[in-house]
């Protein structure tokens, strides 16, 4: 009886070991099938980009300068976003084309990829697929981005900016290239009149210039990881665009294409930037004419001729909810209708 119980006892442990050896060739295969598809989806993105990316460069190889590029960072959960540039500050359709054309000033929302190739995220591997997708269409409907070969991640982009920077320069010969968020207003001409009233500077680094604390606590926003190569505790970085806008001129662009690969990244991108540059004899214009606050601020300053080449809220570090603000912000803040097409840069 004893080894009737053994017996019994021993085959259910088999029945049991069987079963999870089936149950883990089962989900084997699903994630083969899982990767499959995900390598195929990222295949198919990397084709498209590179198709795209092939376009740009065909469309840039006609010799000619640009006065400036001006590449608006954006994310994939901000349609919203780009709506509201594209229906206030951002010509669109012919006009864009006209722009380019006319005036030497190209326009892109700027923004990479997302991973679609993780083993077991599988809502991330579909999600990122999806919203690859969904900027694949936004870009055929309105044609106005610049794809990076760049995985999207907010902790990561000083990568993207410096990225942004090597690709824009190879793509278009301009004399400036700008970076700006896609929650800031800007005014175009007002912003072109300014970057030509420097074309004298060979390296020119301007912005709204600031000296923040260096976050040195764990898991604050803009904690600084590497707080010690700053100097003691309590230190504020050196001098440095804030990041919402700023423009450096051809010649710091291309120093860094050539450097990407050795250019350190910080915690913040616009730090980042500011250390790439630092060491180099570079010209520092801080303006602050590139950092107005929202009306009523920005709206007096048009009003008695002072008008903004950017607003935003301090407090947002952008506009706040600018999906919805945006336009009201253009109504009392944007520069006269055809200052754009009547100026001569």
Same mark, same amino acid.
């Given at each position: ?136 269409? $936004? =870009?055929?409907?309105? #044609?106005?981005? +610049?794809?990076?070969?760049? %995985? &999207?991640?907010?902790? /990561? ?111 913040? $991108? =616009?730090?980042?930037? #500011?250390?790439? +540059?630092?060491?180099?004899? %570079? &010209?520092?214009?801080? /303006? ?58």
């Amino acid at each position: 009886k004893l080894l009737s119980n053994e017996s019994n006892s021993n085959t259910k442990e088999v029945k049991k070991v069987r079963h999870a050896i089936r149950t883990l060739d089962d989900k084997i295969k699903h994630l083969e099938r899982e990767l499959a598809t995900s390598m195929a989806v990222n295949k198919s993105v990397v084709r498209r980009s590179a198709v795209s990316v092939s376009q740009q460069v065909a469309e840039s190889k006609n010799n000619r300068k640009y006065l400036m590029v001006i590449g608006i960072n954006t994310a994939f959960s901000s349609q919203q976003r780009r709506d509201s540039v594209r229906a206030t500050w951002m010509p669109q359709g012919e006009k864009r084309k006209k722009l380019e054309q006319e005036k030497g000033i190209v326009i892109r929302f700027v923004i990479g990829h997302r991973k679609t190739y993780f083993l077991t995220a599988f809502v991330t591997s579909a999600t990122g697929g999806i919203l690859d997708k969904a900027i694949e269409e $936004e =870009d055929r409907k309105y #044609g106005d981005f +610049l794809r990076l070969d760049h %995985v &999207e991640a907010y902790q /990561d982009l000083s990568a993207k900016t410096k990225l942004y920077f090597a690709i824009a320069a190879g793509l278009w010969d301009a004399d400036f290239y700008v970076k700006v968020d896609d929650d800031v207003h800007v005014n175009i001409a007002t912003l072109a009149k300014t970057l030509v009233s420097h074309h004298n500077k060979p390296r020119l680094y301007i912005g709204c210039m600031k000296s923040d604390p260096v976050l040195y606590q764990k898991g604050v926003r803009y904690g600084e990881p590497e707080y010690w190569k700053f100097g003691e505790e309590g230190n504020s970085y050196f001098r440095h665009a804030s990041g919402q806008i700023y423009a450096i001129s051809k010649e710091l662009a291309i120093y860094i294409s050539k450097n990407l690969n050795v250019l350190h990244k910080y915690a913040n $991108e =616009d730090v980042s930037l #500011g250390t790439w +540059l630092i060491g180099l004899d %570079v &010209e520092h214009v801080d /303006d602050r004419k590139l950092c107005c606050d929202t009306p009523p601020d920005c709206e007096w300053k048009a009003l008695i001729g002072h008008t903004c080449v950017a607003s935003y809220d301090k407090n947002c570090s952008g506009i706040c909810r600018s999906h919805e603000k945006i336009l009201e912000v253009h109504k009392g803040c944007k520069e006269d209708e055809g200052a754009l097409w009547s100026a001569i840069f």
